[in-house]
């Protein structure tokens, strides 16, 4: 499961009635259709080796990913195409596996597809935050 680490207090939702409470520097369960613009702003932090950063969290998101591409032994460089959204669940998942160098966690209650689009959004975000 794709992990983000608040990077400043901030009250989300998941159904948009019940409030939930990000607390600065720890884990947090973000819905996927705030993830983009959570990262983009500077609330949210996307990290995939269970280890929160000790960097201050007071400043903007850390690029966490490398170098513009993550690099799979296999495969080489992770590319995302700009029609990602259109690809096929299966590859969307191939995808996110090359871009974090590791085998997706689905949590029960999401889909892999859910998972994958969440750590592309993730990467497109910081990509275009760079």
Do not use: C
């Amino acid at each position: 499961m794709p992990e983000f680490v608040a990077l400043k207090r901030f009250t989300y939702s998941h159904d948009g009635v019940t409030p939930l409470t990000a607390v600065k520097g720890e884990t947090a369960d973000i819905p996927s259709q705030l993830v983009e613009g959570l990262v983009r702003d500077g609330f949210i932090e996307y990290h995939t080796d269970g280890v929160i950063p000790t960097k201050d969290l007071g400043g903007a998101p850390e690029n966490k990913m490398g170098d513009g591409g993550s690099e799979n032994k296999d495969t080489g460089p992770a590319v995302i195409p700009e029609d990602w959204e259109s690809l096929h669940w299966q590859k969307k998942v191939q995808l996110a596996e090359q871009l974090t160098g590791s085998d997706l966690v689905v949590p029960e209650g999401q889909t892999a597809n859910d998972v994958a689009v969440d750590v592309i959004k993730a990467r497109v975000a910081l990509d275009a935050a760079a």
